[in-house]
């Protein structure tokens, strides 16, 4: 609003009666790159290593032991990096930084800061409060002769709640930015995050950003909501706040500076959800196929939680993961019949009437990467295990014409299970006696971590291919002893991006880019050893 008033202001302006010229405004990115560190040479160290990705970077100078002698190696710095934009930070002890001087000493730092080359200055809210009004207007002298910008910024790091009232403390002051930092300890706590954005971001330059793990959703989506920038980490390990995440992340997965009104948003929720690799599969798919979209991992703790996010971002679909499969059921407008035989959903789409509806993609990640390898219809298949990756194989395989075998440690779940799906359960010693076209683990045995490496002995391996849906190893024990027998074998990694491929279908109507889908989780999967 200030902006708009500014520009279409009627008064003539007579030469006495202009106003002083404000600092110029800086020409930001929509990252800015938080640097800390305890000396003036690993800060300027590290801010060195990011210069080639970015150059917007905050100095946490409060990290510093000796943040007034910090600033000679800053100046130098930013008379060297005239690309730089940078903003200099020294938040005291009791407002969440690590600065235990006073707000004399405080001011001092940031006025040095903004004399050493700082483009903007970040001073806490209760700063500004505590400031005397002739102390702050000499500060505010101070930076704007030195050519800097004042953002005042608030921070709660334990929730969110009173953004409204936090954002007016600020704007009392009439800073150049407007900085709410919050906790957030729900996914709705985004949505308070992005309104706030929303509300102020057209008369005043708004930054907002919800920390936590919860809180990813408001890092990604803040600058599409209108906010001036966010804030990112120059590595892993080197973060300034809880939850935020690289700025390679932020750019090159989550594409933030391309996000747009129009991008179509989706999420992968579950609990844990932190090293799920469907936003790196989803991601590369739509840039792949220049669908405009983006898909976030949403940590839910409670479906009405993830819900109320679906429905108020909104969320154009979800994959969902264990426990949510299940609970999301009653929630649906409607699910295809295979869906709901099987009692599982892990993929909602929500429709242009905004209801939801339901499908199970686990069951193509099993029936596609078989069906290519054989003829379904006839054959005979053994599952092991009856848990939930069970029941999306076995009805889907049943469904397909196969006659589907299932033998499971508890042998009732196995009963059960094969009562529903009009399959036969067997004990695990009758594994030995039969033999089978196909056999599929949908047991963790084998996993990365597991005790157990094989679902069964070597000896009862009877089937002419072998499919594991455990992908992490890529190559577990199961598919290394049938790859040594001379089988043939499906990864679950083809399951996994089998499924993931027809969310893609389901959720933009286009074929799904698998190969490339494939090539990125194999090599992810590989990094990560
Ligand atoms: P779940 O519902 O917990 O079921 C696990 C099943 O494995 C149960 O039948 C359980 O038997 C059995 N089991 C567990 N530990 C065992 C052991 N030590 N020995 C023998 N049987 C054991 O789990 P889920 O959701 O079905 O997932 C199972 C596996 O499939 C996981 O490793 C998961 O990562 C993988 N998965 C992969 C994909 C993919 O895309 N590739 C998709 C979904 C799942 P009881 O009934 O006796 O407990």
């Not at 510093?64 to 002890?93: M, Q, W, Y």
Request: hydrophobic residues 45%.
């Amino acid at each position: 609003m200030r902006q708009l008033m500014t520009m279409h202001s009627s008064a003539p302006n007579t030469v006495d009666s202009l106003p002083a010229l404000a600092a110029p405004r800086p020409r930001l990115g929509k990252l800015c790159v938080a640097i800390q560190g305890v000396t003036a040479a690993e800060m300027m160290g590290r801010a060195e290593t990011v210069l080639k990705d970015s150059k917007f970077l905050e100095f946490r100078l409060d990290a510093c032991h000796k943040p007034a002698a910090t600033l000679n190696a800053l100046k130098e710095f930013l008379s060297e990096h005239r690309d730089v934009t940078a903003i200099g930070t020294c938040r005291r002890k009791p407002f969440g930084g690590m600065f235990d001087g006073a707000l004399t000493a405080e001011l001092d730092v940031l006025l040095k800061a903004a004399e050493a080359g700082c483009r903007i200055v970040d001073l806490e809210v209760e700063s500004a409060e505590e400031a005397k009004p002739a102390q702050l207007d000499k500060f505010r002298a101070g930076l704007q002769a030195a050519g800097a910008a004042l953002l005042v910024s608030f921070h709660d790091f334990s929730r969110t709640k009173g953004l409204a009232q936090a954002a007016e403390r600020i704007e009392a002051f009439e800073p150049d930015f407007v900085k709410v930092v919050s906790t957030a300890r729900t996914l709705s706590d985004n949505l308070e995050v992005l309104r706030l954005i929303e509300d102020r971001s057209l008369g005043a330059q708004v930054v907002g950003i919800a920390m936590g793990e919860e809180g990813l959703v408001s890092r990604v989506l803040g600058p599409r909501a209108g906010a001036a920038f966010t804030f990112a980490s120059p590595d892993d390990g080197a973060e300034t706040a809880p939850g935020q995440v690289t700025a390679r992340t932020l750019r090159d997965l989550y594409r933030v500076d391309q996000l747009d009104q129009a991008t179509r948003i989706f999420g992968v929720a579950g609990n844990p959800i932190a090293h799920s690799l469907s936003p790196l599969m989803h991601n590369t798919a739509f840039r792949r196929e220049s669908v405009n979209a983006v898909m976030l991992p949403l940590k839910v703790r409670a479906l009405d939680d993830l819900l109320t996010l679906v429905r108020q971002l909104p969320l154009g679909g979800v994959a969902v993961t264990m426990p949510l499969k299940q609970e999301v059921l009653p929630h649906l407008a409607n699910m295809d019949p295979l869906t709901s035989r099987i009692g599982a959903c892990n993929t909602l789409r929500t429709g242009a009437d905004g209801k939801l509806y339901g499908f199970n993609t686990d069951v193509a990640g099993v029936v596609r990467p078989l069906e290519k390898r054989m003829r379904l219809r006839g054959s005979r298949i053994v599952v092991l295990g009856a848990g939930g990756a069970a029941r999306a194989a076995v009805f889907g395989l049943v469904e397909q014409g196969a006659e589907v075998f299932i033998v499971n440690r508890t042998h009732e779940t196995a009963v059960a299970l094969a009562k529903q799906a009009k399959a036969k359960a067997l004990k695990l010693e009758q594994l030995a006696k039969n033999q089978f076209d196909a056999l599929i683990n949908t047991t963790p045995c084998g996993m990365a971590g597991s005790k157990q490496a094989l679902p069964m002995k070597e000896s009862e391996l009877n089937a002419g291919l072998v499919f594991d849906m455990v992908y992490n190893p890529l190559e577990t024990p199961l598919l290394k002893l049938a790859k040594e027998r001379g089988l043939a074998v499906v990864s679950g990694i083809e399951m996994f991006v089998q499924q993931g491929a027809r969310q893609f279908e389901i959720w933009t109507g286009k074929p799904a880019p698998e190969a490339e889908m494939l090539k990125v989780v194999e090599l992810a999967l590989r990094r990560r050893g």
